[in-house]
């Protein structure tokens, strides 16, 4: 039995890096002259509050009640400068909903009221815009056999009830209620309101009907609608098309919380008990 004794630390030390310890220490000052030089010529308020037009911190001073920046204008704002250092800012008490007016203020205004265009959300005490995804709206509709249109006249079946010209989906009949879309189609190609109200009557009679059922080839016809600013520049999309998967992903997060957080701390448990199960296979055997 032989045991070996531990030479316990070394006595004599001494420093082996000094060239590496006076660049630290050279670090560490340059960083105490930069946060002491910001601290006197910044303002460390203006990383979570926004400035208006007339250069008013958001949520301080007469701006109490109004802690969100709102930038109605960056179409503009980006326009005359990518970076965005200067931006058109009005205080608000918070983002406001898309569709929402926005009373502008001050002898800077560049206009009375603002249309808030898009919805936003506040990061840092600023409204960040994004795309709201495109409400969408669908018909189901058969292409064979083809439709067989009655004119002006009120139809009688659900094959005399077509789509519309503009689109090319005349040629087929529709085998449910039309969408708005279709409805405000048929208005704009000069069917009256009694006309457009018997082709919805019959359409509607379509489904588990004996017409429907001889439908060979069915189609279906999506519309989309949404909301954009007139004048969207590229850095404004980078901006929309960076911002809106963002909020979606917080949105699903936020809203499957306890899923998340319990799948989680299920797979941690799991896989740490697979870790200890796979131990015996790595250890050393006499």
């Given at each position: 039995l032989r045991i070996r004794a531990s030479p316990g630390p070394v006595v004599s030390r001494e420093c082996t890096d000094v060239p590496c310890c006076a660049l630290f220490a050279t670090l560490l000052a340059a960083l105490l002259c930069l946060v002491s030089y910001s601290l006197e010529v910044g303002d460390l308020r203006r990383v979570n509050h926004g400035r208006d037009h007339d250069g008013n911190l958001c949520g301080i001073g007469s701006m109490v009640d109004r802690p969100v920046a709102f930038y109605p204008d960056l179409e503009s704002d980006f326009a005359k400068d990518p970076s965005l250092r200067k931006r058109y800012g009005i205080c608000v008490s918070s983002c406001p909903a898309a569709g929402s007016m926005v009373q502008d203020y001050g002898s800077q205004a560049r206009q009375q009221q603002w249309l808030a265009v898009q919805p936003s959300f506040a990061v840092f005490q600023r409204c960040v815009p994004y795309e709201k995804p495109p409400s969408k709206s669908g018909s189901l509709l058969?292409?064979?056999?083809?439709?067989?249109?009655?004119?002006?006249?009120?139809?009688?079946?659900?094959?005399?009830?077509?789509?519309?010209?503009?689109?090319?989906?005349?040629?087929?009949?529709?085998?449910?209620?039309?969408?708005?879309?279709?409805?405000?189609?048929?208005?704009?190609?000069?069917?009256?309101?009694?006309?457009?109200?018997?082709?919805?009557?019959?359409?509607?009679?379509?489904?588990?009907?004996?017409?429907?059922?001889?439908?060979?080839?069915?189609?279906?016809?999506?519309?989309?609608?949404?909301?954009?600013?007139?004048?969207?520049?590229l850095s404004y999309q980078m901006l929309t098309s960076v911002t809106s998967p963002l909020y979606t992903f917080v949105g699903a997060l936020r809203d499957n919380l306890e899923l998340v957080a319990g799948l989680g701390v299920a797979g941690a448990v799991v896989l740490s008990m697979v870790i200890m199960m796979l131990f015996p296979l790595c250890a050393q055997t006499a």
């Open positions: 058969c292409a064979y056999p083809a439709c067989q249109p009655s004119g002006a006249a009120p139809p009688t079946v659900p094959q005399q009830v077509c789509g519309l010209a503009r689109d090319g989906t005349d040629k087929y009949w529709l085998l449910e209620k039309p969408d708005v879309s279709i409805q405000d189609g048929w208005r704009a190609e000069g069917a009256d309101g009694g006309l457009i109200d018997a082709r919805v009557s019959v359409a509607s009679s379509a489904p588990g009907s004996p017409a429907a059922a001889s439908c060979l080839q069915k189609v279906r016809r999506e519309a989309e609608i949404s909301i954009k600013p007139p004048d969207q520049g």
